[in-house]
T-cell receptor, first 112, second 115 residues
Framework: DTEVTQTPKHLVMGMTNKKSLKCEQHMGHRAMYWYKQKAKKPPELMFVYSYEKLSINESVPSRFSPECPNSSLLNLHLHALQPEDSALYLC???????????FGSGTRLTVV | AQSVTQLGSHVSVSEGALVLLRCNYSSSVPPYLFWYVQYPNQGLQLLLKYTSAATLVKGINGFEAEFKKSETSFHLTKPSAHMSDAAEYFCAVSDRETSYDKVIFGPGTSLSVIP
């Protein structure tokens, strides 16, 4: 299995809602990542987990809360988001960043 | 801090013509460099990577890139464009100054292929 699977593919949520994005990989990669991508822009790093521990947090607002329950799963919990948080959220994994990432197809999030 | 620039936010080529997408980097240490492609409504796919072995790197779908230290460049080429090559292309560098796990993406180049 050489894929990163993200669910859901699309999500519409209100500003008072709580929702979660899920990401799964079965390649045995030790690192997993969350990126945010706005239209016509490059991906922006949010979080990096290495060996299930948070290793990089790019000063992301606390309304985004990552979780890594095990080496195959990565969640992003969302609460009290703003309309400007609407974007494509991409999950990726790698054995080591310099080997390159395997990306999921993303979750298209719309905050209304 | 390391960074990547891509000259030309949009490039158009005719089908069968040479594809050349430009990437320049700034780094105080030897970089690890990547090219990714993103098709509409999809995630990114790794095309190729440079990790300080051969300076000419071959990737998937007929693409290749050459690392030129003297020019701090890592341009992406393909001899003959195909309609299916139309996509967004991102050059990226691994931020070895802070973490091998952190990859910084350039602004992207949108490639259009004209039949």
């Amino acid at each position: 299995d050489t894929e990163v699977t993200q669910t859901p593919k699309h999500l519409v949520m209100g500003m008072t809602n709580k929702k979660s994005l899920k990401c799964e990989q079965h390649m045995g990669h030790r690192a997993m990542y969350w990126y945010k991508q706005k239209a016509k822009k490059p991906p922006e790093l949010m979080f990096v987990y290495s060996y299930e521990k948070l290793s990089i947090n790019e000063s992301v607002p606390s309304r985004f809360s990552p979780e890594c329950p095990n080496s195959s799963l990565l969640n992003l919990h969302l609460h009290a988001l703003q309309p400007e948080d609407s974007a494509l959220y991409l999950c990726a994994s790698s054995q080591l960043g310099v080997y390159g990432y395997t990306f999921g197809s993303g979750t298209r999030l719309t905050v209304v | 801090a390391q960074s990547v620039t891509q000259l030309g936010s949009h490039v158009s080529v005719s089908e069968g013509a040479l594809v050349l997408l430009r990437c320049n980097y700034s780094s105080s240490v030897p970089p690890y460099l990547f090219w990714y492609v993103q098709y509409p409504n999809q995630g990114l796919q790794l095309l190729l990577k440079y990790t300080s072995a051969a300076t000419l790197v071959k990737g998937i779908n007929g693409f290749e890139a050459e690392f030129k230290k003297s020019e701090t460049s890592f341009h992406l080429t393909k001899p003959s464009a195909h309609m299916s090559d139309a996509a967004e292309y991102f050059c990226a560098v691994s931020d070895r100054e802070t973490s091998y796990d952190k990859v910084i993406f350039g602004p992207g180049t949108s490639l259009s292929v004209i039949p």
